[in-house]
């Protein structure tokens, strides 16, 4: 099983500034099989990126992804209020499905 | 544009057996395209993928909790089911059902809005 884990465990930024997220896996990521999904309280996880640096549908392009093997980062280029979320990575290349810890970007 | 809408009882009494439907709208579980999976997510914990389904009753599960788990497909009624036996607190979480495509390896890309399942006697 890959292990993901995330860092900061929470950043605190104010509206406007930039956000870097950090995903590290266990083991390399096959293909670079991950995505990031935002989550807001109440609310079901969205999907923002997959296969590392892909956008989903509708998201705007203030997200971006990189990274392959190990280390993959979500970039947020200029925060947005409805940005402050919890975020979580997520690998599809290996089986079982594994998610990261989460990081919350809370308002400063 | 699909829909999944999770239901089933909010609360389980320990060792027994929780029992979940998601039911698929607006697409179908036919569809050779997607698998369809069970995820869940403990109060203020991360998330857990459980097991997912084809259309053709192709399974996957959690190792962690294949023991335990049984995942079904009915196709007649666009549905598809999660049961999870012998369940303690530790199974209390927001049960989420989603889809992920089947054909090339792909993310979790629709989501129900998730149920919330406690443990509890």
């Known amino acids: 099983e890959i292990l993901l884990t995330q860092s900061p465990g929470t950043l605190s930024l104010s509206p406007g500034e930039g956000a870097t997220l950090s995903c590290r896996a266990s083991q390399s990521v096959s293909r670079s099989y991950l995505a990031w999904y935002q989550q807001k309280p109440g609310q079901a996880p969205r999907l923002l990126i997959y296969d590392a640096s892909s956008r989903a549908t509708g998201i705007p392009d203030r997200f971006s992804g990189s990274g392959s093997g190990t280390d993959f980062t979500l970039t947020i280029s200029r925060l947005e209020p409805e940005d402050f979320a919890l975020y979580y990575c997520?690998?599809?290349?290996?089986?079982?499905?594994?998610f990261g810890q989460g990081t919350k970007v809370e308002i400063k | 544009q699909v829909q999944l809408q999770e239901s089933g009882p909010g609360l389980v009494k320990p060792s027994e057996t929780l029992s979940l439907t998601c039911t698929v709208s607006?697409?179908?579980?036919?569809?050779?395209?997607?698998?369809w999976s069970w995820i869940r997510q403990p109060p203020g914990k991360a998330l857990e993928w459980i097991a997912y389904?084809?259309?053709?009753?192709?399974?996957n599960y959690n190792p962690s909790l294949k023991s335990r788990v049984t995942i079904s497909v009915d196709t007649s009624k666009n549905q598809f089911s999660l049961k999870l036996s012998s369940v303690t607190t530790a199974d209390t979480a927001v049960y989420y059902c989603?889809?992920?495509?089947?054909?090339?390896?792909?993310?979790?890309?629709?989501w129900g809005q998730g149920t919330l399942v406690t443990v509890s006697s």
């Open positions: 997520q690998q599809y290349g290996s089986s079982p499905r594994t």
């Open positions: 989603a889809r992920h495509p089947r054909i090339v390896q792909g993310p979790f890309d629709s």
């Open positions: 607006g697409g179908s579980v036919s569809s050779g395209t997607y698998y």
């Open positions: 389904i084809s259309y053709s009753g192709t399974t």
